[in-house]
Structures are given as C-alpha cells and as structure tokens.
C-alpha cells in the first residue's frame, strides 16, 4: 500500500511537473517586444498543427513559430542538458558541487569562440552562421581531450579527485589563452561580444539549431535514464559499487564523455550558462528522492522550466536590449545555492 501511495505521489508529481514546463511555454510564447494573448499563441500552435485554418495574423505566425517557438524548444532542452547532467556528475564525483563544465568544456567552447569572433579563423565548408557553434564545439572536445588525458596519465581510471584538479588546470589554460587574445587582438566591440558570448544567449537561435538540441537532449535523457541503477550504486561508493557488479571504470568513462559531448554542443550554441547543472538537482532531491530513475527525468524538467523563465526575463526586463541569460541564472542560482549551504548546516 504504501509503495502504491509512492508510485502515485510520483506520477501525480510529474503530471504537475510537465503541466508547469507547458505552461511556461505558452506564456513564453507571448511575451516579448509584442505581447502575443495566450489565446493567439494556442491559435498560431493548432493553425501550424493542421487543426484548422484559423484566423491568425501574419505577425503573429512569425513571432510565435518563426522566432519564439524555436527558442523556447532551445531553452527546454538546455535546461533539460545541464541539470540532468549535473545529477549524473555529482553522482560519479560524489561532489556537491559538480557541474556540467566540471571537465573544462565550457572554457575549451570559449577558445574556439575567440578564435573566431577575435581572430576570424574560419571552419572550412560552413555557412558563416555554423562558424561560431562549430568552432565553439571544436574547442569544448579539445579540452575534453586535455582533460581525459591528464585525469586517466599513469592508469585508465578517471579518479574523480584526478578529474577535477585536471578541469581546472585545463579551464585556467584555455582561460588564459581568451584573455591574452582578447587584449592583444581584440578591436572595437570585439571584448563585448566575447563577454556577451562567455555569459551565454539563446537570441541566435533558430528551428536548425533548436532541434539540434532537443535531439541532443532526447538522447541524453535516455542514455543516462539506461545507467540509472548503477549511479544508485555509486551513492555507496566504489567499492560498494563493485561488490554490487558494477563496472566502475567503464560506466565512469562512458559517463564523463557523454555528459561532457551533450554539454558541448548546449555550449556551441547558448554559450556558457551557469548554475543549472549546479543548482537544480539539489533542489529536486528532498522532492523526489536520490533514485536516479527519479531524479533525472525530474532535474531536467526542473532546469527546462528553470531556463524558459530566465530566457523570457532576458529578453523581456530591457526593452530593446537583452540581459545576458547566465547572469539571471547566477542571480538566481547564487542566492539558492547559499540557502542550500545554510540548510545543510544547520540541518
């Protein structure tokens, strides 16, 4: 009875869970420059479904489907990314404060923007939109090739002590590389656009780049979602996760790669967005339990709810100016993060 009450209690918590995300898309959709009624924004949606030929205006068509929609598609899955992937870091480290740019992708992305928005070096064989995500990616996937080398020298095993001290060194690198560009070659309002870059944006993005992300998070989701039970294992530790069968080297490298892949290519799109990967699974956990089968889907419905609100601030606080997303999520996520810190103190 009482596991039936828990079953329930969840699916009753994840109805409510995607009804918020939904709703938060529908007001999303309407705000802006152009206030867009929720009414409008449901036509626009069952006019492009083939639920009818409504009247819909042309204006509201391209704000709604052309510009808002792809956005917020974008917002949903980078959100969804990095706190689902924060779960899955803090699990494999057992660290706290673990975060998808735990293992210098986010620092490697920003070498590769530089790179193009300081310097003009080009990727052969692009369009000159795909220039800068391309590059962004290129550079993350250096970074993370830096970072495993170094963490795994001496032993295939990535240590997550090893791991992390390896991040930073890498991250301080790549850091360093940006600021002497910038400052030696950097003209006009070349420092701006890299620190707009560095603080991350979704205002590029478009139905390409949105569904290349959702896609990215669909996988994702489902990749981590198939290592559920041996990231429970890891909550006891290695050698507990040994003596229950648990490969811990393998699943340690398949996952460090593929939550630092998935966060690569949320970078090379949005920039570097911080705080939702750090933030988000703790404030899951006393809801749903430390069950990853629970608590991923759940992160990610959280950071995708998280990340629509804070895009749909961005783009609405100023008028006729954008507020770089990652600074509302550092004033959201800081101000969390110390009351996280106080709880456990005095818990």
């Known amino acids: 009875m009482r596991s039936a009450r828990g079953r329930g209690g969840r699916g009753l918590l994840a109805v409510g869970a995607l009804l918020v995300l939904l709703g938060s898309c529908a007001v999303a959709l309407g705000v802006g420059s152009v206030d867009v009624p929720v009414t409008r924004v449901l036509a626009v949606l069952a006019r492009r479904a083939g639920l009818g030929e409504l009247d819909v205006s042309l204006l509201e068509d391209q704000l709604v489907w052309q510009l808002r929609l792809p956005r917020v598609l974008g917002a949903v899955a980078v959100g969804a990314v990095l706190a689902s992937c924060g779960a899955v870091l803090q699990s494999l480290t057992r660290n706290d404060l673990a975060d998808p740019f735990l293992l210098g992708v986010s620092s490697g992305a920003g070498v590769g923007a530089v790179s193009v928005i300081v310097l003009g070096l080009g990727v052969g064989g692009l369009a000159a939109g795909a220039v800068l995500p391309a590059a962004a990616f290129l550079g993350a996937l250096a970074a993370l090739a830096a970072v495993l080398l170094v963490a795994s020298a001496g032993g295939g095993a990535l240590r997550p002590h090893r791991t992390v001290l390896a991040g930073v060194a890498v991250a301080h690198l790549c850091g360093a590389y940006t600021?002497?560009?910038?400052?030696?070659?950097?003209?006009g309002d070349t420092a701006r656009r890299v620190l707009a870059w560095t603080l991350g944006s979704l205002a590029g993005l478009r139905w390409s780049s949105a569904l290349v992300l959702a896609a990215a998070a669909l996988v994702a989701l489902v990749w981590f979602l198939a290592y559920a039970e041996r990231l429970d294992a890891f909550a006891f530790g290695e050698t507990s996760a040994r003596s229950l069968g648990v490969p811990v080297t393998a699943t340690r490298w398949v996952l460090m790669v593929g939550t630092a892949l998935v966060t690569a290519t949320t970078v090379a799109y949005a920039g570097a967005i911080g705080f939702v990967g750090l933030v988000v699974p703790h404030l899951v956990r006393p809801l749903v339990g430390s069950r990853h089968r629970d608590l991923l889907p759940a992160s990610a419905v959280a950071g995708?709810?998280?990340?629509?609100w804070a895009d749909t601030a961005a783009r609405s606080l100023v008028d006729g100016q954008?507020?770089?997303?990652?600074?509302?999520?550092?004033?959201?996520?800081?101000?969390?993060?110390?009351?996280?810190m106080a709880r456990r103190t005095t818990a």
């Open 304 to 308: 995708a709810v998280l990340l629509v």
């Open 179 to 187: 600021s002497v560009v910038v400052i030696m070659h950097g003209q």
């Open 322 to 340: 954008e507020v770089p997303i990652g600074a509302l999520t550092a004033l959201i996520g800081v101000p969390v993060l110390v009351w996280l």
